[in-house]
Nanobody
Framework: VQLQASGGGLVQAGGSLRLSCAVF????????IGWFRQAPGKEREFVAY?????????YADSVKGRFTISRDNNARNTVYLQMKSLKPEDTAVYYC????????????????RGQGTQVTVSS
């Protein structure tokens, strides 16, 4: 499985961004695609997930109500993270990852393939 995150950038607080995760060479064992983020000096943390079959979703409390994860219904090989009402504390490198475990928020159960995309929110 190969994953490619894109769509990051610089935005003012209160603004919006949409991140994309292109999924290539999907494995039969892939169950869930997740978004994670890592700010300087901090551990990588879970943001949101979507299951590959059924499209169930889950969110970290810190982004619930502001971020929405979804899949491309046509191509079905792109996962999006729509981010609204952005805050300076959302500043981080955002990564997408895949897991064989269904609907998990545990970052240790994901495989990170590919580089992240930088999101910077100015106050």
């Amino acid at each position: 499985v190969q994953l490619q995150a894109s769509g990051g950038g610089l935005v003012q607080a209160g603004g919006s961004l949409r991140l994309s995760c292109a999924v290539f060479k999907l494995s039969f064992s892939t169950s869930t695609i997740g978004w994670f983020r890592q700010a300087p000096g901090k551990e990588r943390e879970f943001v949101a997930y979507i299951t590959w079959r059924g499209s169930s979703t889950g969110y970290a409390d810190s982004v619930k109500g502001r971020f929405t994860i979804s899949r491309d219904n046509n191509a079905r090989n792109t996962v999006y993270l729509q981010m609204k009402s952005l805050k300076p504390e959302d500043t981080a490198v955002y990564y997408c990852a895949e897991s064989s475990v269904r609907a998990t928020m545990d970052r240790t159960q994901y495989r990170y393939r590919g580089q992240g995309t930088q999101v910077t929110v100015s106050s």
